[in-house]
């Protein structure tokens, strides 16, 4: 807030939320990759699923009234949930 004003305090906290989905993203995608195992099935189903994950957890959201920062925790769980699943659908396919 010195440097840029109290007007970017807000993108501070959110940008704390949304750090936990990008570490898990950095460290799962390049490890996690369904594609180099020929599965591109499983990828696009964890694909519609991680969209539908996303879309209800906004949704509902908005349903509980959530504010901005709460809602863009949620989605940043959501996030880190898909990125748990695709890093379980690697282990189990890869062996």
Do not use: K
């Amino acid at each position: 807030s010195r440097i840029f004003g109290l007007q970017w305090l807000a993108a501070g906290s959110y940008a704390r939320l949304l750090a936990v989905w990008v570490f898990f993203g950095l460290v799962i995608s390049p490890i996690a990759s369904l594609n180099v195992l020929e599965r591109q099935d499983l990828f696009l189903l964890w694909n519609v699923g991680r969209s539908i994950l996303t879309v209800g957890g906004l949704f509902l959201s908005h349903r509980l009234g959530l504010g901005p920062q709460q809602a863009i925790g949620v989605y940043s769980l959501c996030m880190v949930i898909a990125y748990m699943v695709i890093a379980l659908l690697w282990l189990c396919n890869s062996a």
